[in-house]
């Protein structure tokens, strides 16, 4: 199992630009996450989804929109870049609500 | 809502000497408390878990923590570092929703 992974690893945009964050998880969880890493403040929720086609707001939503397609993949997307949404970006996943989360590796965005 | 405060963002200290890594969280409903680990450029994994029960939890790698209730703490303990626990930690609660809090990450820095 590879567990859960992002793709890419590190990405250069402009302000303005756009850019869309794959996760993928083959545990057949059905809750997903995205979260932002900044120093000092640990990580915060983004957007997140109980399960196929449903998606929710998280407690930093704002600029970023999201999809859950398919159950194994969960899409975060940047319509138009700040340089505000620097970040370390972490998609995680979890059987159920309860459960422990499982963390993808990470994506580095620099936003200039 | 629960909130999580991990009181030092630092903590240096020598290999094969004791560790205290210090978190308090605040909150008006049940507690479910975890430790979370990232290594450098990785994602996170858990270290323990506290969610009834014993106070005193016993987590991977030599790692324990204990609930305490009246101090509103969930203190991280090792008795004997290693270079290898060299990471950042993170106190978590979960609060009502499931949704995790995550407080502003302890890097550990354990110097030969």
């Known amino acids: 199992n590879a567990g859960v992974t992002q793709t890419p690893k590190f990405r250069v945009l402009k302000t303005g630009q756009s850019m869309t964050l794959l996760c993928a998880q083959d545990m057949n969880h059905e809750y997903m996450y995205w979260y932002r890493q900044d120093p000092g403040m640990g990580l915060r929720l983004i957007h997140y989804?109980?399960?196929?086609?449903?998606?929710a707001k998280g407690e930093v939503p704002d600029g970023y929109n999201v999809s859950r397609l398919k159950k194994q993949n969960f899409l975060l997307g940047l319509e138009s870049a700040a340089p505000s949404q620097t970040s370390v970006y972490f998609c995680?996943?979890?059987?159920?609500?309860?459960?422990?989360?499982?963390f993808g590796p990470g994506t580095r965005l620099t936003v200039t | 809502a629960q909130s999580v405060t991990q009181l030092d963002s630092q903590v240096p200290v020598f290999e094969e000497a004791p560790v205290e890594l210090r978190c308090n969280y605040s909150?008006?409903?049940?507690?479910?408390l975890f430790w979370y680990v990232q290594y450098p450029n990785q994602g996170l994994q858990l270290l323990l878990k506290y969610l009834s029960g014993s106070t005193l939890v016993k987590g991977i790698n030599g790692f324990e923590a204990e609930f305490n209730k009246s101090q509103t703490s969930f203190h991280l303990r090792k008795p004997s570092v290693h270079i290898s626990d060299t990471a950042e930690y993170f106190c978590?609660?979960?609060?009502?929703?499931?949704?995790?809090?995550f407080g502003g990450g302890t890097r550990l820095m354990v110097k030969p």
């Open positions: 995680a996943s979890s059987l159920a609500g309860y459960d422990e989360q499982y």
């Open positions: 989804s109980v399960g196929e086609g449903t998606t």
């Open positions: 909150s008006s409903v049940s507690v479910y």
């Open positions: 978590v609660g979960r609060n009502a929703g499931n949704m995790l809090t």
